[in-house]
């Protein structure tokens, strides 16, 4: 449920109202906009007397929200949530490009990746060191070293770090990571959101391979309901029956999640199509379809990648795809 108050609302009054619904057991999510305040209700609000509410003095409107996600609802907070995300701003018109290898590989391979993104334009380091892979016979990642060489990345670049966790177990060792990652195939995993949800990291969320645009917005809300609203959406593509492509890029999912949530949207061009060919064309329609933000993979020797190498970029193409978007985003 969500109360507008009227501007004439004082700071007191505020206060009293939000004081009360909390002894009610309600947990109240304030969202201080220009022109009035927005009180989001969430709990039970089934002994809410609606009508009691919309004859206070403050009180401009009240609403039920019917969907089944309250606090990533773009109705509950009608501003643009920003990310902070170890410096670097996502939403609310900040823009950010995080690139880097599918894998952290070694401490080369790395470290000069991370200077060359850097150099083109990227605001942000990726870098998988738990790999979700297919088989498991495929490399599985360095796992905790490699975070260590992220994080060494990060001391020698200034890049805060995005990389990937898998199982919530694992947390303590991202203490120094800026954006934990939840992946697609663990989407739905809904012990390590919750888990995710009890910290304050920023948190990057990718779509399923098939999840609707709902179940993406109800697994935001698991970390929400935990009290972490640090959460970055990406659109990463989905499986259809399409094969020349990975995936199929739901571009218009990045403007119809900017109409039904606050978070910041962002579109991974390279798990969407797995071609290196076709990220240049998907980052600058992406950003013109209004994302936040951009993750690609960039590979020193895309064709001796551990993993993803098909849709990795060379540090050369990776500066002709961030000159491309600064293009778009300068004529937006
Ligand atoms: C990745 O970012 O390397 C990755 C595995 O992405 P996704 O979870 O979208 O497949
Ligand atoms: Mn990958």
Redesign the pocket.
């Known amino acids: 449920m969500i109360a507008v108050l009227k501007n004439s609302a004082t700071e007191d009054q505020i206060k009293g109202l939000i004081n009360w619904f909390e002894s009610t057991g309600l947990r109240v999510n304030e969202s201080h906009g220009e022109f009035c305040t927005v009180l989001g209700l969430v709990g039970d609000t089934t002994r809410v007397d609606i009508e009691m509410l919309r004859g206070l003095d403050i009180v401009e409107s009240v609403t039920r929200i019917s969907e089944p996600f309250k606090m990533a609802n773009r109705k509950f907070h009608p501003e643009d949530t920003v990310v902070d995300c170890g410096g670097v701003k996502i939403g609310g018109g900040h823009f950010a490009i995080m690139a880097g290898p ?1 894998s952290v590989e070694s401490r080369e391979q790395i470290i000069e990746t991370a200077k060359a993104v850097k150099a083109a334009g990227a605001t942000l380091l ?1 870098g ?1 060191a738990f ?2 892979r297919t088989s498991p016979y495929d490399f599985q990642g360095m796992k905790e070293e490699g975070i260590k060489l992220l994080v060494e990345a990060k001391k020698e670049t200034g890049l805060p770090i995005v990389t ?1 966790i898998m199982n919530p177990d694992h947390l303590p060792l991202f203490e120094d990571v800026d954006v934990i ?1 939840v ?3 663990n989407m739905q995993n809904f012990e390590l959101l919750k888990e995710l949800g009890k910290t304050k990291k920023p948190i990057l969320l ?1 779509r399923g391979l098939s999840a609707t645009l709902k179940e993406l917005l109800m697994s935001a809300e698991y970390i929400m309901s935990e009290g972490n609203e640090n959460i970055i959406l ?1 659109e ?1 593509g989905i499986r259809t029956y399409e094969t020349y492509t990975r995936n199929t890029f739901d571009l218009s999912a990045i403007p119809m999640l900017k109409e039904l949530t606050h978070l910041p949207v962002v579109a ?1 061009p390279s ?1 969407a199509t797995g071609k290196a060919s076709l990220i240049k064309p998907m980052a600058m329609a992406a950003t013109a379809a209004g994302a936040a933000g951009l ?1 690609i ?1 960039v590979h020193p020797n895309p064709s001796k990648a551990l ?2 190498g098909a849709q990795s970029l060379t540090f050369d193409q990776f500066t002709d795809v961030a000159e491309a978007v600064a293009k778009v985003r300068s004529i937006l």
Do not use: L
């Open positions: 599918c990726r998988g790999k979700p990937e990652q992946g697609a195939r990718k990406c990463r991974d798990h993750e993979e993993s993803d």
